[in-house]
C-alpha cells in the first residue's frame, strides 16, 4: 500500500515537472502558445511547439508578441520596434518640463540680445512668456539706414502662447505678445530746397502688438528649439515729424531653450 502511494506521488511529481518545464508565449491577441524556444531574435522568434518537440521549428514576429514566460520562471516583455519612440512622445507629452528659459539667437539681426521665460500651465495647451531685451547697437549707426527704425536700449512685454495640440515633440503655437520698450529714431531734416542740413534722434517708449507664429521640437525632455514669426503694428508717439507713429512691423526668430 505505501509503495503503491509513493508511486503516485512519484508520478504526480514528474507531471508537474514536465508541465512547467516549457515556456509560454503570450500573443497581442489574447492567445498563448505552449513552446519550447528555440531562438530569440532582433525581430523574431523561433520555436517548437511543446506537444511536439520533434516537429517543425515555428517563427512568429516580435511585433504580435506581448510577453515570454520561461521554464525557469523568469520573463521577457517584448518590445516592437517602434515602441521606445512611442513611449518617448508619450512621456514628453504627460511628463512635460514646464519651464523655459530661452535664449532668441536671431535678436542679434537686429542689434539685440533677448532671453524669455515660459511657464507652461499643467494642461500643457498654454504658454505665458516673459521677453527681456537690451540693445547693444543703441549708440551706434548699426541699423541706422531706415528713418523709421526704433533701435532699442531694452524691452520687455508679456506674451501668450496657445498649444493646440498640448506638448510633444513638434508641436506648433500661436498667440498674441505685447512689447513696451525705449527706444531712439533718428531722423533727417531737409530745408525747402531739398538739401540736407542736419538728423535729428527722437527717443521715448514704444510698443508694439504681434500675433506670433512658431514650431517647436523638443528632441528631449529639457532642450527645445523653436523658429517664431511674427507680425503686428509697431507705435511710437516719439516718431519723428517726417516718420510714421504707427506701422505695420514683423520679425522672425530662432530660439533654443532650456526646460525644467
Excluded at 525581430?43 to 514576429?61: A, D, H, S
Excluded at 525747402?192 to 506670433?212: A, L, P, R
Aim: net charge neutral; with cysteine.
Amino acid at each position: 500500500m505505501k509503495k503503491s502511494i509513493l508511486l503516485s506521488l512519484f508520478f504526480l511529481l514528474c507531471l508537474n515537472f514536465i508541465s512547467s518545464a516549457q515556456d509560454i508565449i503570450y500573443k497581442k491577441d489574447g492567445s498563448k502558445e505552449e513552446a519550447k524556444i528555440v531562438l530569440v531574435g532582433e525581430k523574431e522568434i523561433q520555436y517548437k511547439k511543446f506537444n511536439n518537440l520533434e516537429g517543425p521549428v515555428y517563427t512568429l514576429n516580435k511585433k504580435d508578441i506581448v510577453l515570454i514566460a520561461y521554464q525557469n520562471g523568469e520573463y521577457e516583455t517584448i518590445k516592437s520596434p517602434g515602441d521606445d519612440k512611442k513611449e518617448a512622445k508619450a512621456e514628453l507629452a504627460e511628463n512635460f518640463a514646464k519651464n523655459l528659459i530661452t535664449y532668441h539667437l536671431f535678436d542679434v539681426v537686429y542689434g539685440d540680445f533677448t532671453f524669455s521665460y515660459e511657464r507652461i500651465l499643467s494642461s500643457g495647451t498654454i504658454g505665458i512668456k516673459i521677453p527681456i531685451g537690451f540693445g547693444y547697437a543703441y549708440n551706434s549707426d548699426y541699423l541706422n539706414s531706415n528713418s523709421n527704425w526704433v533701435k532699442n536700449f531694452m524691452f520687455s512685454g508679456i506674451g501668450v502662447n496657445f498649444y493646440l495640440t498640448g506638448q510633444g515633440k513638434w508641436r506648433y503655437f500661436i498667440g498674441p505678445d505685447v512689447r513696451i520698450g525705449y527706444g531712439k529714431q533718428s531722423y533727417s531734416n531737409w530745408d525747402e530746397y531739398g538739401n540736407y542740413y542736419e538728423e535729428e534722434v527722437s527717443e521715448g517708449i514704444y510698443t508694439k502688438f504681434y500675433i506670433d507664429n512658431g514650431v517647436i521640437f523638443t528632441p528631449i525632455r529639457n532642450f527645445s528649439f523653436a523658429a517664431i514669426v511674427g507680425v503686428g503694428v509697431r507705435f511710437f508717439p516719439e516718431a519723428g515729424p517726417n516718420n510714421s507713429t504707427v506701422l505695420p512691423t514683423s520679425y522672425f526668430s530662432t530660439n533654443i531653450s532650456y526646460r525644467f
